[in-house]
């Protein structure tokens, strides 16, 4: 029978060999990409379940969170990935238990409100407590008249306790529509202070955008949108061009108008969905959700136009005048895996590039690489 069976050659077995090794290794890449993306995804989870709370450092623990999924991503060694795990479980551990502490106290002071409330309740209710007293003895007097046998004197005497229970009853409604008024103006004052501070600590002071801050905070989220559901973004970087001349000129009060004045400008051609910041001095970032760098760019190039176009009035010792500027914009667009930072430095290097080849110009990423 031997003599009739055949022989595998050792390429055949070899070539089977490599064709089931590289379907298994991909099959590996593909699970530990998933797996990545899965471990980068319950980090944005844990994250939200942070809330934004100052005193226990929320900022902190969810820029340990990023670091700690940017070297998820990085191809390390598994000891490194041991080590990494280890000292994100000691900062999760840390921060639940300053999460019950903070919760713990909170609570004590919610007790300490509610006490108070129930102490206002109880005054009221020691008023209502009079208001009843002073009807319930003026009822039993009545109840004496009807016991009188003079019909007049009956009569006068009903009157009279009538009058003073409505004038019992007119002093408890003036009282009580006071108090009510008082404690709707107190809320009403509370509520206004309490969003003008949080909406202050947000937007700048002169022009009205959201400040640095807002947009740091604002670009966290949309990095941990795009590892959730991969949403994406362009960038502009808008500066005004010759800003110190204009400032040197016609001096500072001159310079904030012409930033309030491109403000306006650049509103125009913004959507509802993007998002406007002041990035520091005369430069200005907007992000566009869900939009290509080509229209990024267009976007761009009408901005330019429009401010090109404007004219201001100048008064004061320059009345009679009127200025006009221009700005550059630098455009990038995010790619998936990146820092945010990363999208923000070839937004600002193409800004660079456009105020240094002409002013007055749009400069997106590609041409960087040129």
């Not at 639940?96 to 909170?106: D, P, T």
């Not at 016609?250 to 403000?263: F, N």
Request: with cysteine; net charge negative.
């Amino acid at each position: 029978m031997g003599l009739f069976s055949t022989k595998k050659k050792a390429d055949d077995c070899d070539e089977a060999t490599v064709e089931c090794l590289t379907e298994k290794l991909t099959h590996l890449g593909e699970h530990k990409s998933f797996l990545i993306q899965a471990v980068k995804t319950l980090i944005v989870f844990l994250k939200e379940f942070s809330f934004d709370i100052k005193e226990i450092d929320s900022d902190k623990f969810k820029d340990r969170m990023d670091e700690f999924s940017e070297d998820v991503s990085k191809e390390e060694k598994v000891k490194r990935l041991q080590s990494v795990l280890e000292r994100s479980k000691e900062t999760i551990i840390s921060f639940i238990e300053s999460k019950k502490v903070y919760f713990k106290e909170r609570e004590s002071e919610y007790k300490t409100i509610i006490d108070l409330l129930s102490k206002g309740i109880s005054a009221l209710e020691t008023g209502n407590m009079d208001f009843n007293r002073k009807v319930y003895d003026r009822s039993e007097k009545i109840g004496k008249i009807t016991l009188l046998d003079d019909i007049k004197k009956i009569k006068e005497e009903i009157r009279s306790e009538v009058e003073h229970i409505q004038d019992a009853i007119r002093q408890k409604e003036t009282a009580d529509s006071k108090q009510l008024e008082n404690l709707t103006k107190e809320v009403s004052a509370l509520r206004e202070d309490l969003m003008k501070a949080r909406t202050d600590s947000l937007l700048d002071g002169l022009t009205g955008v959201y400040n640095r801050m807002a947009y740091e905070s604002y670009m966290r989220k949309l990095m941990d949108a795009n590892t959730v559901d991969g949403l994406g973004f362009s960038m502009l970087m808008i500066d005004i061009d010759n800003f110190k001349s204009i400032n040197d000129t016609y001096g500072h009060q001159t310079g904030d108008r012409a930033l309030v004045a491109m403000v306006q400008v650049c509103r125009e051609h913004i959507r509802k969905d993007d998002f406007f910041a002041r990035y520091g001095g005369e430069e200005f970032v907007v992000i566009l959700p869900d939009t290509s760098l080509k229209n990024a760019s267009k976007r761009a190039t009408a901005i330019c136009k429009s401010v090109e176009s404007s004219r201001y009035k100048l008064d004061g010792d320059y009345e009679g005048k009127s200025l006009a500027f221009t700005v550059s914009v630098g455009v990038s667009v995010f790619r998936n895996g990146e820092k945010s930072g990363v999208t923000t430095e070839r937004a600002d290097k193409a800004l660079y590039m456009a105020k240094h080849t002409g002013k007055n110009r749009v400069v997106t990423e590609n041409e960087l690489i040129k």
